[in-house]
């Protein structure tokens, strides 16, 4: 590549191709390569860089998103950020609806980025916070909601950019992958760019206490990202060969055991993924096989709720 060909001009143009991170946990065996793929390494540190730059784009191209408007999304942090960023370099405004438990670190990081923030009370749960922004939508002229759960785009993002990085990266030698599910816009877009070329053995991943795609009753958990309590429109479950749920301390800790081992900080649901990896790389079945997990965020993200 050229010295000019490694100027970028926008932030727009650092999101995706993140690398992807050999890795060993203690009491994962020899012959199982277990791999990261990094999305803290996205220019606002998070895989929902990627889902906002394609239903940005997509607003755009619509005509819904109007030069000078208001975006309004409803979001727990990672989406908020890189919602507010967009909008800050597009000279929009933009009203983010977050849990009031959410962590400092991303109303911090919201506010510097310029965003209005409205809490809502995080034991409401998440469909009243979406009710909150549609009414707020609604009372705000020419303002746009990307509604994350249920925009194609976000789908779209990992089916044309994440799942292709992941099949180029590894040469298509890729048995297992295991992704957290928010949205579900990672697993099922991932999922379906993968199944499409090669039978992968797909692994949703979700709190013990809120395990709905596992049949659970939705709750209160620590595992921020994934877990929202209902499985959103987008999520395509029959993608989905299997569902292992973590309890918060076993995220927690694991994301401790991930920057032991490899001196990155990673944030919970990566901890929670990297935990479900381990335990299928013990089962005979993939005994030699290669095993991906989808590490979302940075540990910086939660320093101020970590337990050490
Ligand atoms: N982990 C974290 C930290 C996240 O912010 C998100 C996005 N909500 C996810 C996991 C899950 O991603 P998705 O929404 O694509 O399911």
Redesign the pocket.
């Known amino acids: 590549m050229s010295a000019e060909g490694r100027i970028h001009q926008s932030m727009e143009e650092l999101v995706g191709g993140t690398p992807l991170l050999q890795y060993r946990l203690p009491g994962v065996p020899e012959g199982v390569r277990t791999l990261a793929k990094l999305e803290m390494l996205n220019p606002l540190a ?3 860089d990627r ?1 906002v730059l394609y239903m940005f784009r997509a607003a755009q191209e619509s005509g819904e998103l109007k030069e000078g408007g208001t975006v309004i999304e409803c ?5 908020g950020i890189s919602l507010a960023a967009l909008c800050l370099v597009h000279g929009l405004r933009c009203v983010i609806v977050m849990p009031d438990n959410a962590t400092v670190e991303r109303q911090l990081i919201l506010r510097k980025l310029g965003a209005e923030i409205k809490f809502v009370p995080h034991g409401d749960g998440l469909l009243a916070a979406w009710a909150y922004a549609e009414s707020l939508q609604k009372s705000i002229p020419g303002s746009w909601l990307p509604h ?1 759960d249920t925009n194609p785009a ?1 789908v779209l993002a ?1 089916y044309e950019t994440t799942g292709p990085e992941l099949w180029r990266d590894t040469a298509g030698e890729i048995d297992v992958l295991v ?9 099922t877009g991932v999922a379906r760019f993968l199944k499409e070329r090669r039978d992968v053995h797909v692994v949703a991943v979700e709190p013990t206490r809120s395990a709905v795609i596992s049949g659970g009753e939705p709750g209160p958990h620590g595992i ?3 877990g929202a309590g209902y499985v959103s429109e987008i999520t395509d479950l029959s993608l989905v060969n299997e569902v292992i749920a973590v309890s918060d301390d076993d995220a927690a800790a694991t994301s401790r055991e991930i920057t032991q081992a490899t001196g990155l900080l990673a ?4 901890g929670a993924a990297a935990h479900a990896a381990r335990i299928l790389s013990r089962q005979p079945r993939w005994s030699e096989a290669t095993i991906v997990a989808v590490f ?2 940075s540990g910086e ?1 939660y320093l101020s709720v970590g337990s050490d």
């Open positions: 998070s895989v929902k889902a979001s727990s942090g990672s989406t994350q976000n990992h992704c957290g599910v928010g949205t579900g816009g990672t697993l921020p990202g994934i944030g919970i649901s990566a979302p965020d993200r």
